[in-house]
């Protein structure tokens, strides 16, 4: 399995930067992962992957990750399947204890093309696979709530896709027996949405937002590197 998941990856990620350019953005983390030395024998380094948001919550609160050793590697607008090519790189290659997966805001509002939850979720089973055969612990996160995408608002309110993926991401982690963190329960208001102090537009969480992630998720951590 891990032979034939490892040339599925490597075969997706040239397909990604000869057929379609850097549409990965592969590009994004090279000389940062570069510079990041191997893990030392006791080290339990975490990788939280994901776009905007992960890359917005890096910015935010720095130290949050510097002090728990997290490594950051979001990116703005990406969907599931650019996660998915950048899987190797930006995760397997770090040699992480554990990697926490937060996707599929884009997904649902098509920044790559039109949403289609199977192939959401099989991407996101894709990341779960690949990270166990290589004896990386996943942690999956639940898309955080949204009626609307500032960038994307002639798909309309699409909260209820997002409630339906995060069922489907649930029964995966479920059948994976991995963590699942349930941002979208802890964030949500009575519309399926996030209310100004949370996320100002709607959708970036604000630091307060993050503060609500950050406890939610970093018990779940520690746990895992307990293990």
Not at 48 to 61: H, K, M, P
Not at 171 to 196: S, T
């Amino acid at each position: 399995m891990r032979t034939a998941l490892t040339f599925l990856l490597l075969l997706l990620t040239l397909t990604a930067t000869t057929a379609q350019g850097d549409f990965a953005n592969l590009a994004r983390y090279q000389d940062a992962n570069a510079a990041l030395p191997a893990p030392s024998a006791d080290e339990q380094r975490v990788v939280f992957l994901g776009n905007s948001i992960t890359e917005g919550w890096v910015r935010e609160d720095s130290a949050f990750f510097a002090d728990n050793n997290f490594v950051g590697r979001g990116i703005s607008g990406q969907t599931s399947p650019q996660l998915l090519l950048r899987f190797r790189q930006d995760v397997i290659d770090l040699e992480p204890t554990a990697v926490v997966v937060h996707i599929g805001t884009n997904d649902v509002a098509e920044n790559t093309g039109p949403y289609d939850p199977d192939f959401t979720v099989g991407n996101i089973r894709s990341m779960v696979e690949l990270a166990q055969a290589n004896d990386i612990a996943v942690i999956l996160a639940a898309v955080v709530p949204s009626t609307a995408f500032s960038w994307r608002p002639e798909v309309g309110d699409r909260s209820e896709m997002i409630v339906a993926l995060n069922r489907r991401l649930a029964e995966l982690a479920a059948e994976k027996d991995i963590p699942f963190v349930d941002y979208h329960a802890a964030l949500r208001n009575a519309d399926n949405g996030m209310d100004a102090e949370l996320a100002a537009d709607g959708v970036h969480p604000t630091q307060r937002g993050f503060a609500v992630m950050k406890a939610l998720v970093l018990p779940v951590v520690e746990e895992v590197r307990a293990r």
